[in-house]
């Protein structure tokens, strides 16, 4: 079974422009979360994403926004980016239900540069 | 909220040396607990589990206990490999109201490099 695939890997952007992000997850997984990894501030939940509806967000401004798609795929996008965007982004996905463990698997990541 | 502590390091061990990586949480729910490793230019891989008081998680050599009255998840393993070299977190995921797991809340992660 194929893995979580994150396109792109690598993107620079000058401040001010936007960006999105595109997540394919595991076959059959519903759930799909993003995280930031920065080495400042480490690994940060952004949102997670079921049936496409958002079911939790976490503590970032609102110029970062997600949606899911009918197939489970997802899409993050930053506006008006600054520097402190800069941060490797990772999705997530997790094969719902009580008896899973709540187990999430990551993809490879994309790295985005803001300059 | 919901915080997990664990030893940031660096460590450094020689080859086929025992390792311990401690972990503590803070959860207000029943977490699942979780170990996942990242090598250098990698998203994070999933090392092992444990979902609930007593169980242990293992994969690889290595191990985690689930100890819910020290709130701890420490990992060990008896012998490094120079190839076990990688960044090594601690995460815990709480049930929300509506029983599923919603999101992971990560440790700071250790680096730990192994010399031959």
């Known amino acids: 079974k194929a893995g979580v695939t994150q396109t792109p890997r690598y993107l620079i952007k000058t401040r001010g422009q936007q960006v999105t992000l595109s997540c394919s997850p595991i076959?059959?997984?519903?759930?799909v979360s993003w995280y930031q990894q920065t080495p400042g501030q480490g690994l940060q939940f952004l949102f997670e994403?079921?049936?496409?509806?958002?079911?939790n967000k976490g503590n970032f401004p609102g110029r970062f926004s997600g949606r899911q798609f009918s197939n489970s795929r997802s899409e993050m996008n930053v506006s008006t980016l600054e520097l402190g965007d800069s941060a490797l982004y990772l999705c997530?996905?997790?094969?719902?239900?009580?008896?899973?463990?709540?187990?999430?698997?990551f993809g490879p990541g994309t790295r985005l540069t803001v300059t | 909220g919901d915080s997990v502590t664990q030893m940031e390091g660096p460590v450094t061990l020689s080859e086929e040396a025992f390792l311990t990586i401690n972990c503590t949480y803070t959860?207000?729910?029943?977490?699942?607990l979780f170990w996942y490793v990242q090598y250098p230019g990698e998203g994070l891989q999933l090392l092992l589990k444990?979902?609930?008081?007593?169980d242990k998680g293992s994969n690889k050599g290595f191990e985690a206990t689930y100890r819910k009255e020290t709130t701890s998840f420490h990992l060990e393993k008896g012998s490094v490999q120079v190839s076990d070299s990688a960044v090594y977190f601690c995460a815990l995921s709480d049930r929300g109201s509506g029983g599923s797991n919603y999101k992971l809340t990560f440790g700071k992660g250790t680096l730990l490099t192994v010399n031959p």
């Open positions: 997530a996905s997790s094969l719902e239900g009580t008896g899973t463990g709540g187990e999430q698997y």
């Open positions: 076959s059959g997984h519903r759930s």
């Open positions: 444990a979902t609930k008081a007593d």
């Open positions: 994403y079921f049936s496409e509806t958002q079911r």
């Open positions: 959860a207000t729910g029943y977490p699942s």
